[in-house]
């Protein structure tokens, strides 16, 4: 079974979160949530989530994919820890899966897992002035080598399901989907 960290940080974008955790888990994917403080999360909208694990009691684990869930202040402060970036850097080394969403992708920019690649994120999240070298698009998810982005809240459900398929194959995705009840 596939192990996912997904780290969630104050001021995360619950929508997102909580679409990822849900539906990977229904996949039957290990999923691990941790705070990168101890204790729960408030989300940007004021939810709150409570983590399975501190960040610090989990960070030197070995994860299949590292999922960071966007939404601000979340994302910058994702991208201010550098337990974040290291373990980015390592999933990288592994050639393991990273994957972001909304604003978070800018962690993986910053990181330099975005180099040379094509992704996507929230509209300005990535200034694409100040990394030239990332391929920027508007589709609502963007796999480039073992890194996947997505656009934000909108696109949430259409990036856990493609993780689920990276993971697992379309048949699960498909047995995944069908259960939502999505409109064809």
């Known amino acids: ?19 990822i955790i849900d539906l990977l888990r229904r996949a039957e994917i290990e999923v691990t949530t941790a705070g990168l403080e101890p204790g729960p999360v408030t989300c940007s909208r004021g939810t709150l989530l409570v983590p399975d694990a501190d960040l610090d009691d989990v960070v030197e684990n070995d994860f299949d994919m ?33 994957a972001a969403i909304c604003a978070a992708p800018i962690v993986l920019a910053s990181t330099g897992l975005l180099d040379g690649r094509s992704a996507t994120s929230f509209p300005g999240a990535i200034d694409p002035e100040r990394y030239p070298e990332i391929r920027l698009l508007e589709q609502p998810v963007v796999t480039d080598g073992k890194v996947v982005t997505s656009r934000g809240p909108g696109t949430a459900m259409d990036f856990a399901l493609h993780l689920i398929e990276l993971l697992l194959g379309a048949d699960r995705r498909g047995a995944v989907e069908a259960k939502l009840m999505r409109p064809g």
């Open 1 to 19: 079974m596939p192990r996912v960290l997904v780290p969630l940080a104050p001021g995360c974008e619950e929508l997102e979160a909580v679409t």
């Open 66 to 98: 590292v999922v960071l869930p966007g939404g601000q202040p979340g994302a910058t402060h994702l991208d201010h820890d550098i337990r974040i970036h290291d373990l980015l850097a390592r999933q990288a080394a592994a050639d393991r899966w990273s």
